[in-house]
């Protein structure tokens, strides 16, 4: 069974301070797609980024990237230099095709970020 | 863009109360799904569909049922409202195909408040 594990519950920093959110995940596939979503206080949950999982390349995004690291299971997110427009809840998501042709989702806990001005 | 849309932002019904709640997407995705989403449990699938049609149950079903009579619009009933559905409920839509295969887009959500 796929599992996704956000363990920072909630993390405060302080605006133009860089922070990692981290995402831990477990699969039997080998063909699974990784996600990142943000959810503000709005409640819209805005679609971030999908990594194959045959893509070990790391990406950039302006102040965001993400680090996946297959050895460790891993698919972290770092926003460089912090603004409070920042401030969200995170959702790690990990996808993996179904026998009946979707892909089944499943989302972390979510991590929530409070950048403070 | 894809755009999927929720009839409410915001519901309050009573206990007993059939509810329904609709989303639409206007990308033509094949497979479309209702989570809920609670505080410290992240997002929970409900149901989902893969086609018009068809329904599959996901993680929690009980209480809640589905239909899906055309592609784009996905209905989520709740046949007699409990307290304990009281919710942040969240579509999403995808498609099996192409270069965003497998995304999940979502909706702006409906916070369902039972009483």
């Known amino acids: 069974a796929q599992k996704v594990t956000q363990a920072q519950t909630e993390i405060s920093v302080v605006e133009k301070e860089d922070v990692t959110l981290d995402c831990v995940y477990e699969t039997r596939d080998t063909t699974y797609y990784l996600f990142w979503y943000k959810q503000p206080p709005s409640g819209e949950l805005v679609f971030l980024i999908r990594?194959?999982?045959?893509?070990?390349q790391n990406e950039i995004s302006g102040r965001y990237s993400w680090n996946f690291q297959k050895s460790t299971s891993s698919f972290n997110f770092t926003i460089t230099a912090s603004q409070v427009v920042d401030s969200a809840v995170y959702f790690c998501a990990l996808s993996e095709l179904h026998s009946g042709g979707y892909q089944k989702v499943t989302f972390g806990t979510g991590t929530k970020l409070q950048v403070i001005p | 863009d894809v755009k999927v849309t929720q009839s409410s932002r915001y519901l309050v019904k009573r206990t007993g109360e059939k509810v329904f709640l609709e989303c639409v997407q206007d990308?033509?995705?094949?497979?479309m799904f209702w989570y809920r989403q609670d505080p410290g449990l992240g997002l929970r699938l409900i149901y989902f569909s893969y086609d018009v049609k068809m329904k599959e149950k996901g993680d929690i079903p009980e209480g809640y049922s589905v239909s899906r009579e055309k592609k784009e619009r996905f209905s989520l009933i709740l046949e007699s409202a409990s307290t304990n559905q009281t919710s942040m409920y969240l579509c999403a839509s995808s498609t099996r195909s192409g270069r965003v295969r497998g995304t999940q887009y979502f909706g702006p959500g409906t916070r369902l408040l039972v009483l």
């Open positions: 990594r194959n999982s045959f893509d070990e």
């Open positions: 990308m033509d995705h094949e497979n």
